[in-house]
Structures are given as structure tokens and as C-alpha cells.
């Protein structure tokens, strides 16, 4: 189906800085330990969508990079963070993304998952990058943000990016930012299947 004129034109930068600010404000789990990993895994196993991001420590020096440092899952019911750098999360997270029974959406999903395979190995299957799904329907734009304004009419604050995601707390903000990321690729995947964009 094609993409209705309002939506492919361009928002400007302002129009975007005049949307409602939204964060996610439902239930966020915190998975710090093996015992936690496993209860989660078993509620996410029942997800038809899940939103996908991960956070890494950012690098300033040329050549300087550094492994995923969170991973943000978020289903109907919760959105969890996984410490990665505290936490052995590779079976739970090898199991998810080898999964066909829950769609895995996000944007820049190659990105994640490039990351992601120096640390451990997977074979992802039921895998979805709405930014190719934005570009496909000609969209010049198709970062999260840009997105959340244009298909859903929210703006998602950018605050915490660059903070240190490999710290052994996270702000508040830091929580939120992240599992607001994860939420809102959920949400667009909702509403581009909505909209018949699939």
C-alpha cells in the first residue's frame, strides 16, 4: 500500500521541536541478575513484537570503540534492560533473535547486530528495520526520532545519548531514554502494520 501524501512530506527540524515530548511511562525491568534473565526471557517468549536498541559507551578518539553496553527489549506488558557488560545475556539474547515467533523491529538493527557478533555469535530470523521500511516508501528521513514525529506525532528526547551506557548505574534519565527507544520502534511497528506499510 502506498504511503498517503501527508506523510511523505518532509517535516522541518522546528516542526519537529514543536511535538509533544514523549517518554515511555510504563513498567521498565532492570535484569541484573541470571535468576531475573531467566523470568524475563520467559515473559518475553510470548511476544509477537518486540522493540529492539542497544546502547554503547560513546568513542571520541579516532579509532576507539567499544561493545554494546545495554540491550532494551520492549513487549506489550514491560521494557527490559539488559546490562551486557555486567551480564551474560548471549544465550537469552542468541534465542530471541534466532526466534520466528516474535517479530524483532528497530532502526539501524544491522548496526546492533553487527556490534552484538563480536561479542557472541547468532543467526537472526523474524527481523525488521522500519528505517528500510520508511525508505522504501521514499522517505528521505528515517531515524527513530524523525519517525515518532512523522507516523506517530510525538517528539522522543535525545538527552542521554551520549551519556556513558557502560556505567554500573544508570541515571533516571539514562532509563528512560533507553526504554523509550525501545518502546517507540514497538509502537511504529504498530502503526506502520496499521497503516498497511508492511
Not at 541484573?32 to 542497544?54: I, K, P
Not at 515518532?148 to 541515571?171: E, H, Q, Y
Amino acid at each position: 500500500m502506498p504511503l498517503p501524501e501527508e506523510y511523505r512530506r518532509e517535516l522541518s527540524r522546528d516542526e519537529v521541536n514543536e511535538l509533544p515530548i514523549q517518554r515511555y511511562e510504563g513498567e521498565v525491568r532492570l535484569v541484573d541478575s541470571a535468576q531475573a534473565l531467566e523470568h524475563a526471557a520467559a515473559e518475553w517468549r510470548e511476544a509477537r513484537v518486540m522493540g529492539f536498541d542497544t546502547e554503547t559507551r560513546p568513542a571520541f578518539k579516532p579509532g576507539e570503540s567499544y561493545p554494546p553496553a545495554l540491550a532494551q527489549l520492549a513487549t506489550e506488558r514491560a521494557v527490559y534492560l539488559l546490562p551486557l557488560l555486567r551480564l551474560d545475556c548471549s544465550q537469552a539474547l542468541r534465542s530471541l533473535l534466532e526466534t520466528e515467533h516474535t517479530v524483532k523491529v528497530g532502526v539501524g538493527l544491522p548496526d546492533d547486530f553487527r556490534a552484538l557478533r563480536k561479542s557472541f555469535e547468532f543467526a537472526e530470523k523474524a527481523v525488521l528495520d522500519l528505517g528500510a521500511v520508511a525508505r522504501r516508501h521514499g522517505l528521505k528521513q528515517s531515524g527513530v526520532r524523525y519517525l515518532a514525529a512523522r507516523f506517530l506525532g510525538t517528539r522522543i528526547p535525545k538527552g542521554a545519548k551520549t551519556s556513558n551506557w557502560a556505567a554500573s548505574r544508570l541515571t533516571p534519565q539514562q532509563i528512560a531514554y533507553a526504554a523509550t527507544d525501545a518502546w517507540v520502534c514497538r509502537a511504529l511497528y504498530l502503526k506502520f502494520e496499521e497503516m498497511g506499510l508492511l
